[in-house]
């Protein structure tokens, strides 16, 4: 069964720390997606990648920035966490065209910055 | 950004009723996607609809893509406690170099089947 794994389902961290969430697919998709997930406002894409080395900004970058050196592996970086980036964490892949094949996401990490 | 905007937010029904969940936009879209999020996971791919007037039926869930390519609707006919979950459809809207890569979400209609 393909799978998207995400490194921690929850992480309590401090305000000021730098936070890395990780994410690997054995899909062997192009595309890899960082979205972050609140009550009220949905799913909201943060950046996403559709090739090794390459990114993209998404809707909401400001504070993250994101690491793609191979395929299987899309990494999302809190440059320096703040409480209002608590929130639920999805990672999501797919094959191109995505817009077609669908999306798999992650379990989901749930972030807590105190 | 495009936006999607579902109804209703919310829905409790009890088991073996009828439900229709929808999905509207602006803008159109080149294809739509339905997926489901149980609690503590993320959202589930349950189907894609590419052509305007486009339905595609999965068991009791019936999809519909609207004929200018702009909603889309969920039918779930008699509901079960296993269909409880949030409903999230998602637009690929027609774009330009990398736009076709991503989907905007709608917030989804969280939906509850009593039994």
């Known amino acids: 069964d393909v799978k998207v794994t995400q490194s921690s389902r929850y992480l309590v961290k401090r305000t000021g720390e730098k936070v890395f969430l990780e994410c690997v697919q054995d899909?062997?998709?192009?595309?890899m997606f960082w979205y972050r997930q609140d009550p009220g406002l949905g799913l909201r894409l943060i950046y996403f990648?559709?090739?090794?080395?390459?990114?993209e900004k998404g809707d909401i970058p400001e504070g993250y920035s994101v690491s793609r050196e191979k395929k299987e592996r899309f990494s999302l970086i809190l440059e320096s966490a703040s409480t209002n980036q608590t929130s639920m964490y999805l990672c999501?892949?797919?094959?191109?065209?995505?817009?077609?094949?669908?999306?798999?996401f992650g379990s989901g990490t749930r972030l807590t910055v105190v | 950004t495009q936006l999607l905007e579902q109804s209703p937010q919310f829905l409790s029904i009890q088991e073996g009723e009828n439900l229709t969940v929808y999905c509207n936009s602006s803008?159109?879209?080149?294809?739509l996607q339905w997926y489901r999020q149980e609690p503590g996971e993320g959202p589930v791919l349950l189907v894609t609809?590419?052509?305007?007037?486009e339905v595609k039926k999965l068991k009791r869930l019936t999809f519909q893509f609207g004929d200018a390519r702009k909603d889309s609707s969920l039918h779930i006919t008699a509901a079960q406690p296993g269909d409880t979950g949030l409903y999230l459809c998602?637009?690929?809207?027609?774009?330009?170099?990398?736009?076709?890569?991503?989907?905007?979400f709608g917030k989804g209609t969280l939906l509850t089947v009593n039994p």
């Open positions: 999501a892949s797919s094959p191109t065209p995505g817009q077609i094949y669908g999306y798999t």
């Open positions: 899909m062997d998709h192009e595309n």
């Open positions: 990648s559709y090739d090794v080395k390459m990114k």
């Open positions: 803008s159109v879209f080149s294809s």
């Open positions: 609809v590419v052509t305007g007037g």
């Open positions: 998602a637009g690929a809207w027609v774009g330009s170099g990398g736009s076709n890569y991503k989907l905007t």
